[in-house]
């Protein structure tokens, strides 16, 4: 009951106010936006403590994206995950929503929750991987990738991630890992054309992809 009087309220005070918001300009209606505001604030905050209002929190933190809010959207999201930890759509959302922002170590370590949650989902697995490349971290994209075959073999994105990682690697390591690099790097090359070839690629189109594979 205590619940749903404030629910109450907090719908009452946004029609109280929505008579003021005609003219944003004057003093009575920046009071207005700024007491919607802080009413939809307080709102989504009682909504994350709430089972049953989980998923109109969820609604409320749509809103917030579909109106650009992306800063807004990622706190009130944040705030939700802090009580419903294993919610990996949330999780998948939020990394979404810090790659909009290129914030890509924070986009990271959503997906490392959603890895915990779901260790062996190939998926999980690929998103982590192209964030790590897209951050620079070439050796480790490539472990990810790699994972990614483990799990799925003969997935066509995985393997060319592997091509694109050693190509890279290739070109700044001057160590005995090499071998094992070009090793790799042509083992994927093969895999790829062969998928093609698999799925009734034309003569054209694999010499097309051996070319773009052998420039990379």
């Not at 905050?45 to 209002?53: A, G």
């Not at 260790?119 to 994209?141: D, Q, R």
Request: charged share 20%; glycine share 4%; proline share 1%.
């Amino acid at each position: 009951m205590r619940r749903m009087w404030w629910v109450g309220m907090s719908c009452a005070s946004v029609s109280y106010v929505r008579s003021d918001l005609k003219d944003t300009n004057s003093f009575a209606g920046r009071r207005a936006l700024w007491t919607m505001s802080s009413s939809l604030s307080s709102f989504i905050s009682l909504l994350m403590v709430h089972t049953p209002l989980q998923s109109a929190a969820k609604r409320q933190i749509a809103i917030l994206k579909a109106n650009g809010e992306i800063p807004d959207a990622i706190s009130a999201l944040v705030r939700y995950l802090d009580t419903s930890y294993n919610d990996p759509e949330s999780w998948l959302e939020l990394c979404s929503l810090y790659l909009l922002q290129r914030m890509y170590q924070q986009a990271a370590f959503c997906v490392e929750e959603l890895l915990l949650l779901q260790g062996s989902n190939h998926v999980w697995h690929l998103k982590y991987a192209e964030i790590l490349y897209t951050m620079g971290e070439v050796a480790l994209a490539l472990k990810e990738y790699c994972r990614v075959i483990e799990l799925c073999e003969d997935h066509l994105r995985g393997m060319y991630g592997v091509q694109l990682c050693t190509s890279q690697l290739l070109k700044s390591t001057s160590t005995s890992s090499t071998v094992d690099l070009s090793d790799l790097n042509a083992l994927a090359t093969e895999r790829i054309l062969a998928v093609y070839g698999a799925r009734g690629a034309s003569d054209e189109l694999k010499r097309v992809a051996r070319r773009y594979l052998e420039s990379a």
